[in-house]
C-alpha cells in the first residue's frame, strides 16, 4: 500500500519561493511515475509536474521554467521546488503515485 504526506506549504509573497516534499512508503517499481497535482479554490485539480521511473520529467505549461521536480534514487521522497511564484499559484497541492494513491495535501498561499 503506498501511503503519501505531503509537506512545506506556507504562505508567501508573490516572487517567493517553497519547496513542497512528498514523503512516500510502499512505492514499488510498479509505480510508473509519482506527480504533484494541485486545485485552486473553486476550480478543478490539475498536473503540475511528473516524474517518471526512468527520471524523465513533464511539466504544465503553466509552471514549466518556474518549478522543478525531482525525486530521490530510492523513490521515498518527491520534491516540488517552485520559484517565482505568482498569486494564481495558490491552491491545495497533492502527491501522487500513478494518481492511483493521494496523499492530503499541503497549502500554498502566495498574496500579492
Known amino acids: 500500500q503506498v501511503q503519501l504526506v505531503e509537506s512545506g506549504g506556507g504562505s508567501v509573497q508573490a516572487g517567493g519561493s517553497l519547496r513542497l516534499s512528498c514523503a512516500a512508503s510502499?512505492?514499488?517499481?510498479?509505480?510508473?511515475?509519482m506527480a504533484w497535482f494541485r486545485q485552486p479554490p473553486g476550480k478543478e485539480r490539475e498536473g503540475v509536474a511528473h516524474i517518471y521511473r526512468n527520471g524523465n520529467t513533464f511539466y504544465s505549461f503553466d509552471s514549466v521554467n518556474r518549478f522543478t521536480i525531482s525525486q530521490d534514487n530510492a523513490r521515498n521522497t518527491v520534491w516540488l521546488q517552485m520559484n517565482s511564484l505568482k498569486p494564481e499559484d495558490t491552491a491545495m497541492y497533492y502527491c501522487t503515485a500513478d494518481q492511483k494513491y493521494w496523499g492530503q495535501g499541503t497549502q500554498v498561499t502566495v498574496s500579492s
Open positions: 510502499g512505492v514499488t517499481p510498479s509505480v510508473n511515475y
